[in-house]
């Protein structure tokens, strides 16, 4: 399953593929502008109000899908550069307590396993008689962070007091690093400007459940061309997990940074300090991902919190020292969980008009089609078309899964929004370790409420007939999308009635073997 | 890549981006005026019943419909053939302003379809009801709308259904023609028009008259606030005329004037009606330059240019007097040159004889 072989596409990137890449982005933002030009068009505005709300969600979209081309214009790969000996590195693991016993035997017996001579250090929360024991046996030091605050970032920045290696790799405790890691990492501190190396997370839960496999999916492209064109651009951020830091580099910026998007601000800091960055593009360590969906939330909630807090409150001060790409970058990155918001907007824009006749724009159904066919195209297009820079070829196909979980989790970015603006403070959350098995309605009653509201929206226009108008069947279609777009959510949310059956006889083993993720960000930026 | 360099490539890109859409932007406006043309082709052809591409001649000649021997000597000398048979007819009290079933029988027995053009002129009326003649035209359009000539209208369309044959009804053409008293000479207003045209039309199909194909003829470009509206007109038809030399004493205006150019605006307004296109009365004086080069033209023009053109009629009258001053020949027998490049014309098989174009619209129509 982890064996991962080097693909040459690593190392260089054909000149015929990038030519194809420039020639279809270049058609897809014509297609774009051609959308645009028309949408704005005059006659077709109404409600001043409603019309620049529409144009916002509408087009905060094809601004995403920009975004994403223009990081597939740079896409870079990373050639490998052979590790120097005697390097001194530190290996970090921190645990929490309630965390399975279980999932510290795998992850630190792979870490004592890691090839390149490294000193490894388990920052543990609960100071667990068990995993002391562990520690002992695998020749790893144990250090007690009872009383360390600040979560995991707290416990890292304790940890470097505690250690001296000039490298220090941050992994996550269901991560399990392949034996070559650091081999294939440290090679490429040889540049003295370069602060950390990141590379590829695998997850091997995708089987376990359709939120699994989607949470997965939203992560291929990341990992793949949007890294890669971050790689590029000088641009690669670090993620929470898998990161190899340079020590002088964490110190520069007074240690690892204490945040809800602790990473994120981390990388803003560093680069904003004039360090570089690397992306080794190879699927060097695999975790779990989130697993339900009440745990895929919680998840998402702290990573658009930490995001928007980032942007709102550092990513200005920060970005004077940055270079343009990185100004760019991180402008894109903080803007990403805007989505939540935007997709409330057509959710609710569509059911106002059909009921009370609040009209955004008015345009025809057949030239809305027409103006936007080959903008959705040539994003279909541009995605199947790197899909080769994905890091395996498992990973390629029609990723449906990961879009429905991505556009369904709307409200929870529109909460994150919420949170930061209201300056409500988000607890790191530990996120359950513990299988949760129930049905969750609760979760998705925003889904639900935009499914009952347009499809009664519907049902009111098409019955009272004299308000039929131009823009009514283009409502009509807008909210049939919103439906279409949210009812996987609902079934999702109650995936457990239609598994009932064959769940419930293994209720208890299987909470305690299955191990749940703790948050990353990873395509939280792409 | 230096600094430079690089906002040179970002401009360059930028300008090519824009190059590109302006680009694509002009072919969407080709492809759309392109798929617009075919859809209005094919419209107008299934609403003219004429296939696309053909054009169907038609010819007034004073002595039509009483005689057609000069037709059948001018059809014989020409080589072609013409289904459309133009005459006219103004309203009032005489017998003669009567509906005619003999005369259009007579048209329909040489295999022709009739265009009657029907004229409201008031002044013949002598029936007591109505207004004194010193006022009766002062803004009359309004009092046909009202119903003060519902006695005649409806003789007359009771007898247009009783006959029941199809045949082409251009009412009140040439609204704005300030020779005719329709016009708003008498304070005649565009409301006032569209209100007698659904009037009058509205007796007709009250009387269930399925046999009336409604041309609506206005007299110049920009006259669309006249036009009734797409459900009470079947044909849409222009007059197009060459005074050459005599066109500056009447207005001023350009005197020598090939058909494009008489015809290119209001053809222009018309054809976005998407409705077949008449052209009702045509002709050429010989005064300022060629006539059989006017009539070439016209012919290759048409064709060529004129898709929405589904009928033309030749205007044949040597001795008109409706210009008001003089007395003008539009007559094309009297010049061989005139005839020998309308026979050629005519040999294009754009323009058509349908022999039994008749039968075809008596077919219930959509």
Same mark, same amino acid.
């Given at each position: ?109 792979? &870490? ?12 543990? %929360? ?35 007091? +505690? ?12 991560? &399990? ?12 501190? %040889? ?23 989607? %949470? ?17 651009? %000088? ?17 520069? &910026? ?45 998840? +998402? ?24 790409? +990185? ?117 998705? &009653? ?26 009514? +069947? ?53 | 890549?230096? $600094? ?5 490539? *970002?401009?360059?890109?930028?300008? *090519? ?14 492809? $759309? ?22 054009? *169907? ?18 059809? /014989? ?50 029936? #007591? ?6 006022? $009766? ?5 309004? /009092?046909? #709308? ?8 409806? /003789? ?12 082409? *009804? ?15 000479? !008498? ?23 399925? !046999? ?8 110049? #470009? ?14 849409? #038809?222009?007059?197009?005329? !060459? ?6 004493? !009447? ?34 004086? @010989? ?68 022999? @039994? ?7 219930? $129509?959509?």
């Amino acid at each position: 399953m982890r064996t991962e072989s080097r693909s040459p596409i690593l190392d260089s990137v054909d000149i015929k593929h990038r030519i194809a890449l420039w020639v279809l982005v270049t058609i897809g933002i014509e297609a774009a502008l051609y959308y645009a030009d028309w949408w704005f068009e005059p006659q077709h505005r109404r409600n001043l109000v409603f019309f620049a709300l529409l144009s916002l969600a509408i087009f905060y979209g094809v601004y995403r899908s920009v975004v994403n081309w223009f990081y597939f214009l740079f896409i870079k790969g990373t050639p490998h550069i052979d590790a120097p000996a005697e390097l001194s590195v530190d290996v970090f693991v921190t645990a929490m307590p309630g965390e399975p016993y279980d999932m510290f035997e795998k992850t630190l017996t792979a &870490i004592a396993a890691v090839r390149y001579p490294h000193q490894s250090y388990l920052l543990d %929360g609960g100071n667990d008689p068990q995993l002391i024991a562990l520690c002992r046996r695998l020749g790893i030091h144990h250090l007690d962070c009872r009383n360390i605050k600040g979560a995991k970032a707290g416990k890292v920045n304790y940890a470097l007091t +505690q250690s001296t290696g000039e490298f220090v790799m941050v992994i996550d405790p269901d991560h &399990i690093p392949e034996p070559q890691f650091l081999d294939r990492v440290l090679g490429h501190f %040889g540049d003295p400007r370069v602060g950390f190396v990141q590379v590829v997370q695998g997850y091997y839960n995708q089987s376990e459940s359709l939120v699994a496999r989607a %949470g997965a999916e939203q992560t291929y492209g990341f990992y793949g061309p949007s890294m890669m064109g971050m790689n590029g651009l %000088g641009t690669t951020v670090a993620i929470g997990a898998n990161c190899t830091f340079r020590r002088a580099a964490i110190e520069s &910026i007074g240690g690892h940074a204490v945040d809800l998007a602790e990473d994120l601000l981390t990388s803003v800091r560093l680069h904003a300090k004039g360090w570089k960055s690397v992306y080794v593009p190879e699927r060097l360590s695999f975790g779990l991902n989130p697993a339900d969906l009440h745990s895929y939330f919680k998840q +998402q909630l702290k990573w658009s919190t930490g995001m928007f807090v980032v942007f709102f409150r550092d990513y200005f001060r920060h970005a004077r020292t940055m270079t343009w790409n +990185q100004r760019l970058h991180y402008f894109f990155a903080g803007t990403y969980y805007f989505d939540g918001l935007t997709t409330a907007i057509t959710c609710v824009l569509p059911i106002l008009f059909l009921y009370f006749g609040l009209w955004a724009v008015e345009m025809e159904l057949g030239e809305f089609l027409l103006h936007v066919t080959p903008y959705a195209l040539l994003t279909f297009v541009v995605g199947w078309f790197v899909q080769r820079w994905y890091r395996h070829p498992s990973e390629k196909g029609f990723l449906w899964r990961g879009m429905v979980l991505k556009k369904g989790t709307w409200p929870i970015f529109l909460l994150g929004l919420m949170y930061c603006v209201s300056r409500t403070k988000v607890p790191y959350l530990p996120t359950p370790k513990t299988a949760e098995k129930g049905v969750f309605t609760h979760l998705v &009653i925003p889904h639900l409420a935009v499914i009952v509201f347009s499809a009664s929206a519907i049902a009111y226009s098409l019955l009272s007939s004299d308000r039929f108008e131009v823009g009514t +069947q283009l409502m009509i279609f807008f909210a049939v999308c919103n439906i279409v777009l949210m009812t996987p959510m609902v079934f999702i949310a109650h995936g457990n009635w239609f598994r009932r059956a064959a769940v419930e006889p293994v209720t208890d083993v299987s909470a305690e073997e299955r191990p749940r993720a703790t948050g990353r960000r990873e395509e939280a930026l792409s | 890549m230096k $600094r430079p360099v690089k906002i040179a490539f *970002l401009v360059a890109y930028c300008v *090519l981006l824009l190059v590109l859409f302006k680009g694509i932007k002009a072919f969407e406006g080709w492809a $759309r005026q392109a798929y617009y043309s075919y859809v209005t082709r094919q419209m107008v052809a299934s609403a003219s019943k004429v296939p696309p591409d053909k054009c *169907l001649l038609g010819i007034y000649k004073p002595e039509l419909p009483y005689s057609f021997d000069p037709l059948t000597w001018l059809e /014989d000398s020409l080589g072609s053939r013409f289904t459309l048979v133009s005459f006219y007819q103004a309203w009032g009290s005489l017998p003669e302003h009567q509906f005619q079933p003999r005369l259009m029988d007579e048209v329909v027995a040489h295999g022709r379809v009739p265009v009657l053009t029907w004229e409201p002129w008031v002044t013949g009326f002598t029936d #007591a009801r109505l207004k004194p003649l010193s006022q $009766r035209e002062h803004r009359y359009l309004k /009092d046909i #709308a009202d119903g003060a000539y519902d006695f005649y209208i409806r /003789d007359w369309a009771r007898a247009a259904v009783t006959w029941g044959k199809p045949f082409f *009804l251009r009412f009140a053409h040439e609204m704005t023609n300030s020779q005719y008293p329709w016009s708003p000479v !008498n304070d005649n207003r565009p409301e006032d028009y569209i209100r007698a045209w659904w009037h009058v039309r509205g007796l007709f199909d009250t009387l269930g008259a399925r !046999n009336v194909i409604w041309v609506w003829c206005p007299y110049t #470009a920009g006259s669309l606030a006249y036009y009734p509206g797409d459900k009470f007109v079947d044909w849409v #038809a222009m007059d197009v005329f !060459n005074y050459g030399d005599l066109q500056a004493e !009447n207005s001023g205006d350009v005197r020598w004037a090939s058909f494009d150019r008489r015809a290119s605006s209001i053809y222009q307004e018309l054809s976005s009606l998407r409705k077949p296109i008449m052209v009702a009365e045509v002709g050429s004086t @010989d005064m300022g330059g060629s006539r059989p080069v006017w009539y070439r033209e016209m012919l290759t023009q048409v064709a060529a240019n004129y898709p929405s053109i589904k009928a033309l009629v030749i205007f044949d009258d040597p001795a008109d007097r409706t210009s008001g001053r003089w007395l003008i020949d539009w007559s094309i027998e009297g010049s061989p040159e005139v005839m020998a490049e309308i026979s050629a014309g005519c040999r294009d098989n754009h323009f058509v004889h349908i022999p @039994d174009y008749g039968t075809i619209l008596s077919k219930p $129509r959509r």
